[in-house]
């Protein structure tokens, strides 16, 4: 008898929890969707200095090109890819920019590696900033996003020695998905009145 009040306490303990997940709808799945790009709208430039802190590339240098570039979400460039838009492997510099849809909020994964100095901008805010001389390197960041069109910018310069400029981020974006929380409380408030029916105890006559 007392084992069976004990179980039969423990189902209504499983039926509580059931109960407050399918409520809450806690966020334990994720779903995925696809998003949209445009192509790159570039201006290719001759840079005068190498710029120390993060401003606009037209404001150290001239713009002596302007194309498009296919949409990718990963693309790299090195040394004799930019030789054709601006006629030099150093001294020169970009300002890229495109818009992307983001079906559904969720966050989204963006890198960006460079030598010498690039940043990325979402929607007129710095998101990385990878400024300065230097080698080769990567740097990311997870960002959040609503729903809608964002724009995206590129600024990237290379002085002297090794161009490199790699852009990739995330072709989907991943939502916390509250119905995956809802199907886990509906399966746990399930049990737990299994669990009480099973284990009720009888009255006493």
């Not at 302007?66 to 006629?87: N, R």
């Not at 849809?101 to 460079?114: A, N, Q, T």
């Not at 100095?117 to 990567?138: C, K, R």
Request: charged fraction near 20%.
């Amino acid at each position: 008898m007392i084992y069976l009040k004990k179980t039969f306490l423990m189902g209504i303990l499983i039926l509580v929890v059931g109960l407050i997940v399918l409520a809450v709808g806690l966020p334990i799945g994720y779903s995925e969707a696809p998003l949209e790009m445009s192509e790159w709208r570039v201006t290719w430039f001759r840079i005068f200095s190498a710029p120390t802190e993060i401003v606009p590339i037209d404001t150290v240098g001239i713009a002596v090109n302007e194309t498009t570039l296919p949409a990718s979400f990963d693309f790299i460039m090195s040394d004799l890819d930019f030789a054709p838009y601006t006629g030099s492997m150093d001294e020169i510099g970009l300002m890229a920019k495109t818009e992307v849809y983001v079906p559904s909020d969720g966050k989204v994964r963006f890198e960006l590696g460079s030598d010498d100095g690039s940043a990325l901008f979402l929607d007129g805010e710095i998101v990385i900033d990878n400024w300065g001389l230097h080698a080769y390197q990567p740097m990311s960041k997870v960002v959040s996003l609503e729903k809608g069109v964002h724009t995206l910018e590129i600024w990237w310069f290379e002085w002297h020695g090794s161009a490199v400029l790699s852009f990739k981020m995330d072709e989907k974006v991943t939502s916390s998905d509250p119905l995956y929380g809802r199907v886990v409380g509906g399966a746990i408030v399930i049990a737990g009145l299994a669990v009480m029916i099973v284990f009720r105890p009888e009255r006493k006559k």
